[in-house]
Structures are given as C-alpha cells and as structure tokens.
C-alpha cells in the first residue's frame, strides 16, 4: 500500500509538464487544467490522505512555474479542492459522463477566481477566455480519470 | 465504502482540522502571500527558491524542441551551408564597415557633449541567454531565460535582440529568470521619436506585435514609420536601442490624445536568443569627474 504512492507525485509533476508544454496560439486559451484536473481526481479518490493543503501546495509551484503571483493559483486550487473534497461521494457515484460535467462546473470556478484576482491586481484580461479550458478539461476528464485510475489500481493505493 | 470505513478506524485523521477551516486557513495564508508579492516583493527569495526546484521541469519540457532544431540544423545541406555562410561573410562585410564610421562618429560625439557638459553614453556590456520554449500564463507576454543571479542577472535587466528591445528581467531565480515583454499589459517603456526627439511612453496592449503610446496629444509631430528608441529616462533601459516602428497614427479632433500604435523592432514571437544587457553603473561617477575637473578648470 504503501510503496505505490510515489506515482501521485508523478502524475502531478507529469501535469505539471503539460502546463508548460508549447503549444501553437490558437490553442493557448483551449489548454485543459492537467494540474487541476489530477489534483481532483487524487482528492476524489483517497480523500483521507489528499485534501486542500496538497491542492494548496500543487498551486503554488503552479505559480512559480507559471510567473503569476505567488498564491493567486494556490488559493484557486484550494478551494476546488476543497469543494471536490466536499462532493468526493457524490461524485464518485457519478456516471464518467456527469463527472466530466461536475468536473467543467470546478474548473470554470478555478478560471472564475484567478480571472478575479487578476482583476483585483489590474492585469487586464478579457473574460471570453472562461470558457475554453472548463471546456476542454471536461472532454480529457474522462481520459486522466482512467488513466490515473488504472495506475492507482496498479499501484493498489485505497 | 471501504475508504470510509478505513478512515473511521483511524481517529488521528478525524482529530486534525477540518477541510474547512483548513481552506480558510490556507485562504488567509494566500491573501497575505499576494499582498506581500504585489505590493512589496518580500517573497522574492521564496520564488527563488522554487525556482530552482521548478527548472528542471522546464528544461526537460525544453528539451524535444531544442532536440529537434540541433538535428534540423545537422541535416542541413552542405550547398544550404556555404550558401549561409557566403550571405553572412557579406553581411559581415557591410556591418563592419557601419561600425568602423560609428567608431569615429563615437567619438565625435563624445567630444560634443564634453563641450556641452553632458554626461557620456558608455558601451554596455552584455550577456547571451536563450529563451525556453515554455509556455507561461497565456495571458502574459512573458518568458523564461537560461541565465539567472549565478551570472549576475538582476531584476529589472533590459534585455534586447538583435533588431532592438525584447523586454525586461521581472524575477531572476538562481538558474533561470522569467522576463517580462514590452508588449505585456503591464509594461511601459520610455522612448523617444528618433527623428525629431520627442518623449513619450510606449505601453504593451496584450498583442504580440503592437505597442500603444497613449501620451501623445493631437498635435504631436509624429508619422507612420517613425522609429521610436529607448530615451534612457526611468533607469531601466539604457538611451539609444530601437523599441519599435510607427504604424498608425489616427487623429480624431474631438479627442485631446492622438491613437498611436506601434510595432516592435524585435522579433517578440520567434527570437531563440537574446541578450542581457548590463548597463555601466560607473558612468555617474565619471560625469562627476568630468564636472568636477571641469569645475576646476573654470576655477
């Protein structure tokens, strides 16, 4: 049980790569949330060990990585987190269809509060870019759910 | 189930605080962390930090890519190559000629503005880095250098390509530093019209290739293709690098502010390799000596 942990980690550090991977323009504002996405499912599926201090923790090398404000993605992703922890049962139970459609509801409250705190700092942005990554996130859910699921069997983690 | 009642045979985990107060807890903690680097930069060595744990992750994301350019370059032609290296022999040619005029028009100058008591414009030194090919906030105009304060890379270093003015050194980390481009929402940069000397400010919009200059009233003498270059006013960005080219100039008599937009000389979207300048800190204290023996002379 205990010697599989290492893949969580892993797959954080792997979506992490994604986060930063280049991509051409026009889909820059399509990118699918691979940290908040992974940070979900591990919240969904060991909601004793994982929790908003792990999606705390995630956000802030988010931030780092990413250049924005050092706390503006951690305070994010821990509140999904910590709404994705409220509704784990809830969620677990869920078809993988009504899942993708919970999951796109957390990542557009995700991209709502960091577009709120860029406005609160004044970087100007425009809010027809809110709309993309809850999209995309919701297709490729079902795609990290298995993914992530099939390595957590593997590693038999519970 | 089983998760559930794994946790019910572990009273520890029932004891610690609960996922709310802790999101409350980590929510104060962050509200603090952003107005400490918003406002006042104290946590500019904890980035720092994590810089150093973050950029292996963006070297290795770097990596295909700078993979595939060095195998396109081995796979080049040989006739490609001598033909290269033919254009740049001559283009050599000509650069050097250019620089043996400006050496003596330096010099010239430098003799001018002695007479005039001006402070000197010095050489600058300069360092390469190249940029990584990562992708940062989508909604910034930002990116990653190799060299960080191990080579002496400071904030708010100018950085220029070979066409003019890239952008600025925003938090230099131990290995790395992420930069901010001129075109970024948040930058501005003083410069000057070269033709005629007229200060302003050019502010980035959030579009790759256009600079806006919101501080020029109507009646300002500026036209499309004037090149506009840093004036050195601000500290930041030593005088006389081109910024950017004119491209519009619309002028509604209603309004007291001309629209002016600008494109960038540099080639913000596609430059692999830049370089940091390092102003010369020493050229105050040689205009003091240059003032103060004056001042003797006079005496």
Not at chain 1, 30 to 41: G, H, I, N
Not at chain 1, 100 to 113: G, P
Not at chain 2, 119 to 148: E, K, N
Request: net charge negative.
């Amino acid at each position: 049980m205990t010697d599989g942990r290492w893949i969580i980690p892993l797959s954080i550090v792997t979506a992490m790569a994604l986060m930063i991977l280049p991509m051409p323009d026009a889909l820059q504002h399509l990118r699918p949330d691979w940290v908040a996405l992974a940070c979900v499912y591990w919240i969904i599926a060991l909601p004793q060990r994982y929790g908003v201090v792990m999606a705390w923790i995630c956000g802030l090398f988010l931030d780092v990585l990413q250049g924005t404000l050092l706390g503006q993605h951690a305070v994010a992703l821990a509140f999904t987190g910590f709404m994705a922890h409220k509704l784990h049962l809830q969620l677990r139970n869920f078809p993988v269809v009504q899942q993708s459609l919970a999951v796109a509801a957390l990542i557009f409250i995700y991209h709502f509060l960091l577009l709120w705190l860029d406005g609160i700092v004044g970087t100007p942005t425009s809010t027809n870019v809110l709309w993309g990554p809850p999209l995309s996130s919701m297709l490729f859910w079902p795609i990290v759910f298995g993914v992530l699921r099939d390595l957590r069997r593997r590693a038999r983690l519970s | 189930m089983g998760p559930t009642r794994d946790s019910d045979a572990k009273p520890l985990f029932q004891q610690t605080a609960s996922p709310g107060l802790r999101v409350v807890i980590l929510l104060i903690v962050s509200v603090t962390m952003m107005t400490l680097d918003h406002r006042f930069h104290h946590l500019d060595s904890l980035r720092r930090a994590m810089s150093v744990l973050v950029h292996p992750l963006r070297v290795l994301v770097d990596l295909p890519v700078r993979a595939s350019r060095a195998l396109s370059e081995s796979l080049t032609e040989r006739s490609q190559l001598l033909q290269d290296n033919s254009e740049l022999r001559a283009q050599h040619l000509t650069d050097s000629q250019a620089i043996q005029r400006m050496a003596a028009i330096e010099a010239e100058n430098a003799r001018l503005r002695a007479l005039l008591q001006s402070s000197a414009p010095v050489a600058d030194r300069a360092l390469v880095a190249s940029i990584l090919s990562v992708d940062l906030d989508p909604f910034r105009h930002r990116v990653v250098l190799t060299r960080g304060t191990r080579e002496g890379v400071f904030s708010g270093q100018p950085i220029i390509d070979d066409h003019g003015v890239l952008g600025q050194v925003d938090h230099p980390g131990y290995l790395s530093a992420d930069a901010l481009l001129i075109t970024d929402p948040d930058h501005a940069i003083p410069v000057v019209v070269n033709r005629n000397g007229l200060r302003t400010i050019a502010v980035g919009t959030g579009e790759i290739d256009r600079l806006e200059l919101p501080f020029l009233t109507n009646r300002a003498d500026v036209r499309e293709g004037d090149l506009l270059v840093t004036s050195g006013l601000g500290g930041v960005f030593p005088a006389g690098y081109p910024v950017a080219v004119i491209t519009r100039v619309a002028r509604d008599p209603g309004r007291q502010f001309a629209s002016v937009s600008a494109r960038p000389t540099a080639a913000l979207d596609h430059v692999r390799e830049v370089l940091l300048l390092f102003p010369d800190t020493g050229s105050d204290d040689q205009v003091e000596e240059q003032l103060a023996t004056e001042g003797d002379d006079g005496d």
